[in-house]
C-alpha cells in the first residue's frame, strides 16, 4: 500500500521569499514521486518527477525538490516566489520505480503569493 | 500540440440522467485514466486502460463505466447520474515506463 501525506493545505509566501511546501509518503517499494501543479480551471501540469535517479530534482520554473528516503520526504522548493506560482499543488507517488501507474495523490497545498 | 482533449468542458445534469465524457489524446500514449477531484481529497481513480482492449477499475468505480474506444480514445459514462457525483472529471495519458502522466483541461459535472 502507499500513501501520500501533505504536510500543509495552505501555503502563504509574500513574493520574492522561499516556498517550501512539505509532502511525505509511505510505500513498499521503490518509489517514483511527482509534483504537479494546478492553475484554476486547468488540468495537472507536471513540475518535476523522481525516479530513483538524483535525489536532488530540478523541474520548471525555478522549482526544485530533494528525494530524502531517511525520512520518507519528498519536499518542494523554490528560492524566490512569483505572483504566477499561486496555484494548488499536488505530491504524487507511484509504486513503482520509473513507473507513473497507479498514482496515489495527496490533498494538495494552495499556495497564495502575496505583493 | 492538442495533447488530451476533454468533452464537454462543462455539464449540468439531473439526478437519473445518463452522460458519456469524452476523452481523446494524440500522443500515441498506450495507457489512459480517468479521474475525478472532490476539494480536499485530491484525485482519486475511476477507471483506468493499461492498453487499447483493456480496463480496470480503480479506487472509486461504483457507478461509473467506461470504453477504450480505440488507442486514442477513452470515455467515461454515468448511467444513471446521482449528486454525489458532481464533481470536476479529468482525464490522463501516458505512454508508460518512467513517462509521466499528462491531464487534460476537465469536465465540471454539476448533478442537481
Known amino acids: 500500500a502507499q500513501s501520500v501525506t501533505q504536510l500543509d493545505s495552505h501555503v502563504s509566501v509574500s513574493e520574492g521569499t522561499p516556498v517550501l511546501l512539505r509532502c511525505n509518503y509511505s510505500?513498499?517499494?521503490?518509489?517514483?514521486l511527482f509534483w504537479y501543479v494546478q492553475h484554476p480551471n486547468k488540468g495537472l501540469q507536471l513540475l518535476l518527477k523522481?525516479?530513483?535517479?538524483?535525489?536532488l530534482v530540478k523541474g520548471i520554473n525555478g522549482f526544485e525538490a530533494e528525494f530524502k528516503k531517511s525520512e520518507t520526504s519528498f519536499h518542494l522548493t523554490k528560492p524566490s516566489a512569483h505572483m504566477s506560482d499561486a496555484a494548488e499543488y499536488f505530491c504524487v507517488v507511484s509504486p513503482f520505480s520509473g513507473s507513473a501507474r497507479q498514482l496515489t495523490f495527496g490533498s494538495g497545498t494552495q499556495l497564495t503569493v502575496l505583493p | 500540440n492538442a495533447g488530451v482533449t476533454q468533452t464537454p468542458k462543462f455539464q449540468v445534469l439531473k439526478t437519473g440522467q445518463s452522460m458519456t465524457l469524452q476523452c481523446a489524446q494524440d500522443m500515441n500514449h498506450n495507457s489512459m485514466y480517468w479521474y475525478r477531484q472532490d476539494p480536499g481529497m485530491g484525485l482519486r481513480l475511476i477507471y483506468y486502460s493499461a492498453s487499447e482492449g483493456t480496463t480496470d477499475k480503480g479506487e472509486v468505480p461504483n457507478g461509473y463505466n467506461v470504453s477504450r474506444l480505440n488507442k486514442r480514445e477513452f470515455s467515461l459514462r454515468l448511467e444513471s447520474a446521482a449528486p454525489s457525483q458532481t464533481s470536476v472529471y479529468f482525464c490522463a495519458s501516458t505512454s508508460g515506463g518512467g513517462s509521466p502522466q499528462h491531464f487534460g483541461d476537465g469536465t465540471r459535472l454539476s448533478i442537481l
Open positions: 523522481y525516479t530513483s535517479a538524483a535525489t
Open positions: 510505500s513498499s517499494y521503490s518509489p517514483s
